[in-house]
C-alpha cells in the first residue's frame, strides 16, 4: 500500500511540470482520495503464573497489555488546480491561456473571448469592413469626427484614440495619473508629481527631481526642475520646495547673513550667553570670549600676575615690584620708582629715602639694585647679605641664593647661574654622566692610550689592564714565568710549555701532557696532546719520539718502522755503525763487540789463537801430540 501512495504522489508531480504562467489564469480545488496507513492501540488481555506465598503453589495473574495495529485508511483531500478562465483556452505548449473568437478575425487578432482587434483601415466585429481614411458606414459616406490623430472604424464610425487621448472623439487627454494607450497605463510619478498623457514622462512638483520624482533637489537648488540656486551662506540649507534658509548654528536672517545677536548663540540663536566681566561669546560656539584682563571659561579670573590683555596672553614689563594693569598693562609704580616701567629711580644712584638724602651702604660691584625708597640692596646674583659682601653658601646660587645646586659627583656649582663644573672624569648638566669609552679627564676630552682591552680611569686615564698585560698602556705582555692581572700569578709549566698569560693554563710541547705538561705521552702515542699513535714494529722498537713519533729500533734494527734487520758488518743504532772484527769475523748487531772466527782472539780478531789453544775464542786446548801445529 505504501508503493501506490508513493505512485500517485509522482503522477500528482508530473502533472505540475508544465505550470500554466501570465493572465487570465483561474484556480479551482480539486478533490482527490489517498489511502494511508495508521496505527492504534489494541488492549488484550494476559494470564502469567507469578507466586501465591514466598513458597510453591504458584497462582495465575491477569493483566492488560497494548499491541500496535495497523489499518488502511481512505482520506479525501483538495488541492489547488490551475486552469485558463472561461473563454480562452491554452496554447500548444500548455504554457498560457490565449482568447477565444467563435468567429475568425478577418483582418485583426482576438485579444479577448469574442473580441478583435483589427489592422489598420479594417472595422466591424470580425475586422472585415473597409473604408478609405476618414470614411465609415454603408458605402462609406460618413465622415469621421476624430481628432488627435485617430482613426475612426469604417463600420460604425468608433474613434480609435491614439496614445494620451480618451473621449468619444479622442479630444481629451487622459485623467491626472493615466497615460498611454487607451489611458490605460498608470503614472508612477511620485511627491505630487505629474505624468505626461502621451509617454508617461513625470513632471516632478517643486523640491523634487528624478526619473520617477522620489529625490529632492540637490544641495544649493531648490523651486521647479531644481532650476534656482539657494541663496543661503555660511553653510545653511534651503527647503528643496520653496527655497527656505535653515540657519547653521550661530547665523540668522533670511539667507543666514546675520551672526546671532549679542548675548545669544546656538541653533536658530536660542541660547543665552553664560559669561561675566561685560564678556560676549562665541555665536556657533557659546564659548565665552572674555574682555582684556579676563580668563576662564566663564570670565571669572582676572589675569595671573605679571599677564595682561586679551586671553592674558601679554607678558607685564613693569619693574621693580609697580603694580601692573591686567587690562592694557599699565605700571603703577612703587614709592621711589617712577617712569613707564617704573624701572627710572626718583633718587640718584646711591642716595635713597623720601628726600633723597640718605647714603646706600650696599656693596657696588655685587649689587643690582639699592632701593631708592628703602635703602634696601638687593644683590646680583651669586650673592647675599644685607650689603651684598657675602658669597652664596656652598650648593646654594641665584638671585638671593635661593636655588639648590643640583650638581652630582663632587661637581663644583656657579653661584650665579647654578652651572655645573665637573670634576674630571664626568660630563652633563648636573655631571652625572661618566666620560664615554677611551676618554678621561675634564670635560672627557682628552684620549685613553690603553690598549689590548684595557680600560681607563675616566678621573685620570690610568689603564686598568686585562690579564695577561702590563705596562703604562698595557702593551707589554708577561713574560713567560707569569700570567694573570699584573703578571701577579706564577706559571707552573714544564717541558717547554707555553704559559697563558691571561689564565696561566698550560699548552704542552709535542710528547708532553698533563695539566702542567709534567708527564710524557703514554707509550704508543705522540705530538701535541698525544693524541697521534706511534706506527712502529712491536718487536723491533722500542717505541717512538714522542714528540716527533719517530720510530726508536732496538739495535740490530733500521728503516721508519724498524722493520729492517742491519746488513752483515753493520750494527748499532739505526745500522749506522761499521763492524771492525777480522778474518772473516761477525760482530754482536747491538754491541758491535766481535765475534771471533775459529782460531782468532782479541778485540778486532787480528791475533791467532796462542800456542796449544785452538776454536772458538781459542778456548779448546790442543792435544800435546799435536803441540806445535797451527790448527787455528
Given amino acids: 500500500m505504501g508503493l501506490s501512495i508513493y505512485l500517485l504522489a509522482a503522477i500528482t508531480a508530473l502533472g505540475t511540470v508544465n505550470a500554466l504562467e501570465g493572465p487570465n489564469i483561474c484556480t479551482r480545488q480539486e478533490t482527490y482520495t489517498v489511502t494511508v496507513r495508521i496505527s492504534e492501540q489494541k488492549p488484550y488481555t494476559v494470564r502469567e503464573n507469578t507466586w501465591c506465598f514466598s513458597f510453591p503453589p504458584r497462582c495465575s495473574k491477569y493483566k492488560v497489555v497494548f499491541k500496535t495495529m495497523y489499518k488502511e485508511q481512505e482520506l479525501t483531500k483538495q488541492r489547488p488546480v490551475e486552469e485558463c478562465c472561461k473563454g480562452y483556452t491554452e496554447t500548444n505548449d500548455g504554457n498560457r491561456c490565449i482568447p477565444i473568437c467563435s468567429k475568425d478575425c478577418i483582418h485583426g487578432t482576438c485579444i479577448a473571448p469574442d473580441v478583435c482587434k483589427c489592422e489598420s483601415g479594417y472595422g466591424g466585429p470580425l ?30 464610425g468608433k474613434c480609435l484614440c491614439t496614445r494620451g487621448w480618451t473621449g468619444i472623439y479622442c479630444s481629451q487627454e487622459c485623467p491626472p495619473y493615466r497615460y498611454g494607450q487607451d489611458c490605460g497605463e498608470e503614472c508612477r510619478c511620485r511627491n505630487g508629481g505629474s505624468c505626461h498623457h ?119 614689563t613693569c619693574e621693580n615690584g609697580a603694580i601692573c594693569s591686567p587690562i592694557d598693562g599699565t605700571c603703577t609704580c612703587s614709592p621711589g620708582w617712577m617712569g613707564e616701567k617704573c624701572n627710572k629711580r626718583v633718587c640718584s644712584d646711591k642716595l635713597w629715602g623720601p628726600n633723597c638724602i640718605k647714603v646706600c651702604e650696599c656693596e657696588n660691584s655685587n649689587t643690582e639694585i639699592c632701593h631708592p625708597w628703602t635703602g634696601k640692596c638687593i644683590c646680583k646674583p651669586g650673592w647675599d647679605g644685607d650689603t651684598c659682601t657675602r658669597p652664596c653658601p656652598l650648593y646654594m646660587y641665584g638671585k638671593g641664593c635661593q636655588n639648590h645646586c643640583n650638581c652630582k659627583n663632587n661637581a663644583q656649582c656657579s653661584p650665579i647661574n647654578g652651572t655645573c663644573i665637573c670634576a674630571a672624569g664626568y660630563r652633563g648638566d648636573d655631571c652625572s654622566e ?156 747491538q754491541t758491535g763487540i766481535c765475534i771471533c772466527a775459529r782460531g782468532w782472539e782479541g778485540a778486532d780478531c787480528s791475533q791467532p789463537c796462542k800456542e796449544g789453544w785452538y776454536g772458538v775464542r781459542c778456548k779448546e786446548k790442543c792435544p800435546e801430540k799435536m803441540q806445535g801445529k797451527n790448527f787455528n
Avoid at 707555553?498 to 698550560?506: H, I, K, L, R
Avoid at 702542567?516 to 722500542?542: I, P, R, V, Y
Avoid at 722493520?563 to 777480522?582: A, F, N, V
Fill in 198 to 316: 502621451i509617454s508617461g514622462e513625470c513632471h516632478c512638483a517643486p523640491g523634487y527631481t528624478g526619473p520617477l520624482c522620489d529625490d529632492f533637489c540637490p544641495p544649493g537648488k531648490h523651486g521647479d526642475e531644481c532650476k534656482s540656486e539657494c541663496k543661503c551662506q555660511n553653510g545653511g540649507s534651503c527647503n528643496p520646495t520653496t527655497g527656505e534658509c535653515y540657519c547653521t548654528r550661530g547665523w540668522t536672517g533670511s539667507v543666514c547673513a546675520n551672526r546671532c545677536p549679542e548675548s545669544f548663540w546656538g541653533k536658530n540663536c536660542s541660547q543665552e550667553c553664560d559669561c561675566y566681566n561685560g564678556a560676549g561669546c562665541h555665536h556657533i560656539t557659546g564659548e565665552c570670549e572674555c574682555k582684556p584682563g579676563y580668563y576662564d571659561e566663564k570670565c571669572l579670573k582676572i589675569c595671573p600676575e605679571g599677564m595682561f590683555g586679551l586671553n592674558c596672553t601679554n607678558n607685564c
Fill in 127 to 156: 475586422c472585415d469592413y473597409k473604408c478609405p481614411p476618414g470614411k465609415w458606414g454603408k458605402s462609406c459616406e460618413m465622415d469621421c469626427m476624430c481628432q488627435n490623430g485617430a482613426t475612426c472604424d469604417p463600420f460604425d
Fill in 434 to 589: 661618566i666620560c664615554p669609552d677611551n676618554t678621561y679627564g675634564e670635560s672627557c676630552t682628552q684620549k685613553c692610550i690603553c690598549k689590548n682591552g684595557a680600560t681607563c680611569s675616566p678621573e685620570n686615564g690610568r689603564c686598568n689592564c686585562t690579564a695577561g698585560w702590563v705596562g703604562v698602556s698595557c702593551d707589554r705582555p708577561c713574560d713567560d714565568k707569569s700570567f694573570g692581572k699584573d703578571c701577579e700569578g706564577k706559571c707552573k709549566c714544564f717541558n717547554n710549555a707555553a704559559c697563558n698569560p691571561q689564565n696561566g693554563t698550560c699548552t704542552c710541547a709535542a710528547g708532553f701532557t698533563g695539566e702542567f705538561c709534567q708527564d710524557h705521552c703514554e707509550k704508543g702515542f705522540f705530538g701535541l696532546e698525544c693524541t697521534q699513535a706511534c706506527d712502529c714494529h712491536e718487536e723491533n722498537s722500542l717505541g717512538c719520539d714522542p714528540a716527533i713519533g719517530r720510530c726508536i729500533c732496538k739495535p740490530e734494527w733500521r728503516g721508519i718502522r724498524c722493520e729492517t734487520k742491519c746488513p752483515e758488518g753493520l750494527y748499532g743504532d739505526d745500522c749506522h755503525s761499521q763492524c771492525e772484527c777480522m778474518n772473516n769475523s761477525s760482530c754482536d748487531p
